[in-house]
């Protein structure tokens, strides 16, 4: 159900340096990192090496929505997602789409939830 999970916090390498050392008998490593304006983006995976807990820089604001992806069976189930989500008068943050900055066949849809939380439905077909 639940793919990954993304967390703003105040220090991304402080709290990327925390989990790692803490949590390194189950195995959570560094797997994935990139650039944004605001700071690094990173995600750290188990021993499976798939990124499952983000660490992103806070918004501006100081708001920190959590964002929740849950894993869809297809792609179809995305866009159904999708068209649940309009039809709901939820705002669309990204209409479903190839996001190959996160790795090839990465389809998804994100959109906020009635708390404004960044709510995402994603399939990681080829």
Same mark, same amino acid.
């Given at each position: 159900?639940i793919?990954?999970l993304?967390?703003?916090?105040?220090? &991304? #390498?402080?709290?990327?340096?925390? *989990? /790692?050392? &803490?949590? /390194?008998?189950?195995?959570?490593?560094?797997?994935?990192?990139?650039p944004?304006? %605001?700071? +690094?983006?990173?995600?750290?995976?188990? +021993?499976?090496?798939? +990124?499952?807990?983000w $660490?992103?820089?806070?918004? =501006?604001?100081?708001?920190r929505?959590?964002h929740? %992806?849950?894993?869809?069976?297809?792609?179809?189930a995305?866009?159904?997602? $999708? #068209?649940a %989500?309009? %039809?709901?008068g939820? =705002?669309?943050? @990204?209409?479903?789409?190839?996001?190959?900055?996160y790795h090839?066949? *990465?389809y !998804?849809? $994100? $959109?906020?939830?009635?708390?404004?939380?960044? &709510?995402?439905? &994603? @399939? @990681?077909? !080829?």
């Open positions: 159900m793919d990954h993304a967390l703003q916090v105040a220090d &991304v #390498d402080a709290a990327t340096a925390f *989990y /790692t050392r &803490v949590f /390194t008998p189950l195995g959570v490593r560094e797997a994935m990192r990139f944004t304006p %605001a700071g +690094p983006v990173v995600g750290l995976s188990g +021993p499976d090496g798939q +990124p499952r807990l $660490f992103g820089p806070l918004e =501006e604001d100081g708001g929505p959590v929740l %992806a849950l894993a869809a069976p297809s792609r179809e995305v866009d159904a997602v $999708f #068209d %989500a309009r %039809a709901a939820t =705002e669309i943050l @990204h209409e479903p789409r190839v996001w190959p900055e090839p066949g *990465y !998804g849809v $994100f $959109f906020r939830d009635p708390d404004g939380n960044n &709510v995402e439905a &994603v @399939h @990681h077909g !080829g």
